[in-house]
Structure formats: structure tokens, C-alpha cells
């Protein structure tokens, strides 16, 4: 084997390694328990209920979420977004955030009606 084919398979070699330990990285960050992410999920689970998902404004997570065990979080907030005829609308939410173990956040949220 020449000197340019040992360098050509070091170089190769080291961009496996490379490659796989910003695999491992991003793998571990996706296991983390933090409360960006469990917004993140409770925002996605809100959106996914609205008639204009893209109009969705939501308070800070701080004043949203709270915290009650490992991974999990109680949520209690509001959103504000475009009801079927444009007007913007405040809607009342309620549910509850969790992270499974080797899996992402996931929200079970239930608006509340109005007036109770």
C-alpha cells in the first residue's frame, strides 16, 4: 500500500468516527429531559388542533409548564390564534407532557371551554 492510500484510509477513517460520534451527540441530545422540548411538543400538539396553526401565539413556556416528576410536566396555558372567520381568539388549554424512555416528548392536551 503507498503513502497516498494509508493517508486516503486514515482521512476515511476518521470521518467514520467523526460521523458517528455527531451520531451519538445528536442521539443523547434527543433523550434529554428539558423544558424547551416539552414546549415544543405541547405547542405542536395545540397547532395540530387549531383551524390557522400558522397564526398561533403562545405564551412563555415559564407561565406554562410546570414541572412534576422525571420527564414530565403538567401544562396549563392559552393560545392565541385565527378562529374559521379570521377573527383572533384566545383559547384555554390544559393536559399534561411526558418523554418515554428512547423516544421524544409526547402531549396530551384538552382545551378547556369557555366560561367554566
Known amino acids: 500500500m503507498?503513502?497516498?492510500a494509508r493517508a486516503r484510509n486514515g482521512w476515511a477513517f476518521l470521518g467514520c468516527a467523526v460521523a458517528l460520534s455527531l451520531a451519538a451527540?445528536?442521539?443523547g441530545y434527543a433523550g434529554r429531559?428539558?423544558?424547551g422540548r416539552a414546549w415544543a411538543?405541547?405547542?405542536?400538539?395545540v397547532q395540530a388542533q387549531l383551524r390557522a396553526p400558522a397564526s398561533a401565539v403562545f405564551p412563555d413556556a415559564r407561565e406554562a409548564l410546570e414541572?412534576?416528576?422525571a420527564c414530565?410536566?403538567?401544562v396549563a396555558g392559552h393560545v392565541d390564534a385565527?378562529?374559521?372567520f379570521g377573527a383572533l381568539v384566545r383559547s384555554e388549554f390544559v393536559g399534561t407532557v411526558q418523554r418515554a424512555p428512547g423516544r421524544d416528548f409526547l402531549a396530551l392536551i384538552v382545551f378547556v371551554p369557555r366560561g367554566t
Open 67 to 69: 414541572a412534576t416528576g
Open 82 to 84: 385565527q378562529n374559521g
Open 41 to 45: 411538543a405541547v405547542q405542536s400538539a
Open 2 to 4: 503507498t503513502d497516498r
Open 25 to 27: 451527540g445528536a442521539w
Open 33 to 35: 429531559c428539558d423544558q
Open 72 to 74: 414530565r410536566f403538567r
